[in-house]
T-cell receptor, first 116, second 110 residues
Framework: NAGVMQNPRHLVRRRGQEARLRCSPM?????VYWYRQLPEEGLKFMVY????????ESGMPKERFSAEFPKEGPSILRIQQVVRGDSAAYFC??????????????FGPGTRLTVL | QKEVEQNSGPLSVPEGAIASLNCTYS??????FFWYRQYSGKSPELIMS????GDKEDGRFTAQLNKASQYVSLLIRDSQPSDSATYLC??????????FGTGTKLQVIP
């Protein structure tokens, strides 16, 4: 499967627990983006990463949320001490580069997080 | 003013008609433009990308870009019930992240 992969597809956590969402970009892609989508709402940008670097985290809540994209392995979006308001679909997208004509983002299937 | 604006809809069209979806953007230096389709409960799927003024056709889909007026549109000819989805417009200024509109919900009535 050469597409963007995300796991788990569904994640249930109780309030106060930690959620770890993983994203493996398309082969050859070094740019990863995370988005959150609440039911019946649009995509909200969270963070943009390249290998080992956070490029833009302007959409990330200041507390409890963190993201990384290590040299080896998938990108991780980590939510500590989850609250009910964190329940949403979290989508990862990847692109080959960030330059015009190579900046097309391809989305993974998403992780549906439910906080009880 | 929002960076990328779309009418939320729903836009209802009869089967076989042309659906016209519009998007305006505020950053005049934007260079890349994308249309994504998102079915309920699914992830966004790329339909078209367009970089130059004018029309770009792919099957039943035509993207139209007018940089002077800062709008991009998507036409769907011979609309089918399976086209019923939310359509997201995305704009890339070329120097920072892609910005998505909130999407237009399209309903194709059989």
């Amino acid at each position: 499967n050469a597409g963007v992969m995300q796991n788990p597809r569904h994640l249930v956590r109780r309030r106060g627990q930690e959620a770890r969402l993983r994203c493996s970009p398309m082969k050859g892609h070094s740019h990863v983006y995370w988005y959150r989508q609440l039911p019946e709402e649009g995509l909200k940008f969270m963070v943009y990463l390249q290998k080992e670097n956070i490029i833009d985290e302007s959409g990330m809540p200041k507390e409890r949320f963190s993201a990384e994209f290590p040299k080896e392995g998938p990108s991780i979006l980590r939510i500590q001490q989850v609250v009910r308001g964190d329940s949403a679909a979290y989508f990862c997208a990847s692109s080959l580069q960030a330059l015009v004509s190579t900046d097309t983002q391809y989305f993974g299937p998403g992780t549906r997080l439910t906080v009880l | 003013q929002k960076e990328v604006e779309q009418n939320s809809g729903p836009l209802s069209v009869p089967e076989g008609a042309i659906a016209s979806l519009n998007c305006t953007y505020s950053d005049r230096v934007s260079q890349s433009f994308f249309w994504y389709r998102q079915y309920s409960g699914k992830s966004p799927e790329l339909i078209m990308s367009i970089y130059s003024n004018g029309d770009k056709e792919d099957g039943r889909f035509t993207a139209q870009l007018n940089k002077a007026s800062q709008y991009v549109s998507l036409l769907i000819r011979d609309s089918q019930p399976s086209d019923s989805a939310t359509y997201l417009c995305a704009v890339h200024p070329g120097y920072q992240k892609v910005t998505f509109g909130t999407g237009t919900k399209l309903q194709v009535i059989p």
